[in-house]
């Protein structure tokens, strides 16, 4: 049993969070917290968590939260790369859901999220928690740093094409849309229903910040820079994210589906579906599970890859609980096995 | 372990009842039937269940199920009847999660639902499966016959006060808000998304089936025949049941709250809210439990109490492995232990 | 042509004016003003209105407003009270959707509302706007008030009861569904996507400013103090709202669909279903219209009435347009025709 | 005042049609038709209409339509490939909401959509009824081929790039967006709520009968053929069609905003956004309106086209009353002229 932490937990990563550990069997949460909420019951401010936890908010602390073995960031891109060095320091894990590691280059880090960055140390030690990726890195890590939503489903979904240079590295296009949990709890009029429903549209077409982070990633894979066109939408719904990815093939190439199941052949998380299945976003609603199909239409030198997760799921606080399980030695899918949720 | 057999697996409870049962450790699912679907695999209709299940669609067939320890129907009224009394014959203990055993006076049954009843036999035994209310008499039946959706959350709402004779036994109104999942999975205009969503109505305000059911479960609690006014909504949303219930308390009554407190202070799957507390629907999404709540407003002679749970859950699949888990001895809360999902 | 100033115009009663107000051949909209957007292009806040306006906001000013023949005021309360004294002073009728002039008792006004009533005078030559009730008064009315969302829906479904004095007065019930355009426009928690959608909740079930407004609206027409148990509830759609009203007959009375038709037979913008007829709030989404219907569950002495409204066009700017049209002498249904937008 | 029939009035662009035309002064709906609603009123199944139209439908028959003077078919395809011939040789004109005669290469139009077409001489003459690139020959058509709703979003968005050949013609990607209603008002279980909100998915990535329409157009603009990617997606909204569309620059460009005002500065029903905004779908709901705006993400040598319609109005009915008011000499935006409802 282990002590965990949560660093932010009023926002809906905070909230899945409570949610998928109250049954795993391995954890306690002991600490919460909220700078707005102190004193707050947990259970006041989510009901769905009445009879799982007797918490309340309280003000970050580090002398508090380093008793923990575990503390979970759940917050804005700046508060993590404050308190973790100092977490860190006294031995505990952390575990970062916001953006404040995932980039290695940190002048990048700064233009794209407008601040300096002040743990540059800690940052260079940090494993970019991608366990298709960096299972075995995030075993010994103390600082982990969990991909983004959106780059957690397009890097998936261009994976097995990319690693294997089987697509033009200079032209990868991902669209991608995203259900309004992916902006947060914040009481912003964009997210309100009245303005999000019943409507589809781009945003942040002309840069998002979740591109130099897949554009490393991907980079990483490929053994090069790759050139990326990253399209994002907001799609009238609460959770899931669809990525469309299109590649151009250097060569016409057979065996696209049995090179997607190899690759994710051992992996609890991925699931490649049957040649022609399109993959629904409800089918991993609630579920720690990529769903990825492919497809070369026309047999034409286009590909086509979707892949489907939910954003607050394997996209943020399922992913977060699968590096925990990793990091600690247990079952990697404990408090992670349960079906999505449909309808 | 028991083996468990679903009948009739195609629609919303039946995958309702795969997807809680996946993760119930007292279990297996053996048997799954569907005419329409006989062969196919059951993850390739209900892909959130891939890795789950194994299963294949059969046709139904009383040899085989009755190899089960249990089996469950999800079936439209008629099916049950026709077919549980031989499982039953034959040692098989059974749940209906259809409307065949529900009501014990049969010519009123056959009044509401258009046919005749083919077993009533098995209808004179057959308990009703609300366990705050019956759960002895559940924990020996062989024919359990499970609530619908409405009346169940109709039903915990009036019952404190209606077994304590505080309010006007003939003037009840039960204003009940459904999610369209309680009009099924059936190809139905009115359950389009073009037709129903961004959209309410009322409906069957003339009459409606769970109308006389929850009329014999308050009557029964209040020791004489009650009145009630019974309006149900079609409300944009897939799952959740709002019932807005209101009776005319006799005296002025002081104590409303403990009341409510103390009827469910032991009830696992029953939550009384603070008072002042509105709760909403999406508190119980996924989860077996239902939250009330309970008003005088402007300290008036009307009494207001809200009640709300997910009808897929507790107003069907999860209510009937409650019963099942009392039938058998388990924990009553095995495979029922998870929060709701929020957001 | 008159000339229109709107005050408080990024609303959405707001912009449900300027786009009905768009195709009313009597009007040409000369002032629109908001003190936070400033400068802002009307179409910038509201693209749908791209090529139909050409204006900016301005802050408010009473010597512009002055230039106009009639001024809305889109307002919160507490706005109105304060700048239409002065308007009305200098010639220009005013309508306000706002809840400044709804109530007669300034006392009852200020205890609901939270504050002072500063207009006093003005408060008491105010018209209820309401054509259904006040269309004479409403057509010299220097001043007029428009009835809330939800008063309009409870009045107009209970007025041919009430009138008639056929329900015990004091026990009347409206169970009141809206659409979370309702709440505004304003950045609330309680009002995002992911807050209010896939969701049911009451709300203010203790107390709702709408209350004495109803109160007052069915007392005057029943000719005594009306007893009402009123329980709002927010719906997880944009707009509409259905409102379930509940009352006990007093004698068994045939012909109340006869007597709702007669009723309203003259109205143009009341529309009584024909006899057993569920009105949904899709069907007057857009429109100014009500629809209604009566029902008789049973046979029993409790009539159910079903009323339907778009919040934002009967039940705001549609509704202060209709009182335009009668104030400045205009054809009733000008700029009003059209048809709900279904689906 | 011209007589107009509608074959197939009981789908989405059958009640569209109805509602758009219910304002248009010029025209008088005479006959609606419908085989499996022969003699309902119009008003009972869709109830916005009450008061807007006092027609039931009938069964279709060439004698009765063949005395208006334009004919609608708002049918799937099929149906007026067999009726259309005859009503033109009678001097009616046809406007085709389906897909009959939009494909100019009947041999590919036959392996789409899987029957022999029956009518090919009307199919030599029928003019595609896109306004912004065949308005001359539209004027004197009788038969005029509407575009489908994908194809509307899409050729308009791919139009000035295409035409100025700035963009590689083998490499044009589409990813488009599209509401459920474009599915129809068919019972499929698909399209139900439960079904398709809260979820997003592609569909018809293999193939889609659109892709020969649009790489039709676009080959006719680029005089060329064009090679194109086409990826559909359901988007749990009721109405909208978003594209999102990518190209390869031949050449670094500057200019782009220019070159697509330019290209649109006289269409009453396209609008070219400013620089840097994202559309909405729901800036265009109910309105005949097409808002597009064009980017080049880190100046890379890829453009991005947003491109968004009602897929029932600018989509199909709207664009169908657009093409009669070109036939008939009205003012092309004659009954189009609202703007778009939001929220």
Redesign the interface.
Known sequence: MIKVGIVGGTG?TG?EL??LL??HPEVSVEVITSRSEEGMRVDDM???????YDLQFTVPNVTTLAQCDVVFFATPHGVAMKMAPELVEQGVRVIDLGADFRIKDLELWSKWYGMEHTSPALAAQAVYGLPEVNRVAIKDARMVACPGCYPTATQLGFLPLVENGLIDHR?L?A?V?S???GAG?G???G?????????????G???HRHLPEVKQGLSEAAGRPV?L???P?L??????I?A?L?G?LKDPVDGLQALFEERYANEPFV?V?PA????????????NMC?LSV?R??N?D?V?V?S?IDN?VKGAAGQAIQNMNIMFGFDETEGL???????
Chains 1, 2, 3, 4 share one sequence.
Not at 46 to 52: D, K, S, T, V
Not at 191 to 203: F, H, I, N
Not at 276 to 287: N, Y
Request: aromatic share 6%.
């Open positions: 809906y909230v409570l949610r109250a049954n989510y009901p769905n968590l009445r009879g799982h032209r296009i669209d849309k259900g309004v949990s709890r009481a912003n009029v997210s309100l229903l009245c303005e999000s429903s019943e409507s589809m549209k781009a945003y077409v002309a840069g050139g066109t990253f399209v939408h799609t009238p719904m609460i959770r899931g669809h469309t299109y151009i699931d579906m022609g299945s399109h993959p629904e976003t409800r089918s991993v609603k609630g579920a769903r497809f239409p026309q034409d286009t086509v979707l489907v607050l096995r349960h079906a999505g949720m449909l309808p």
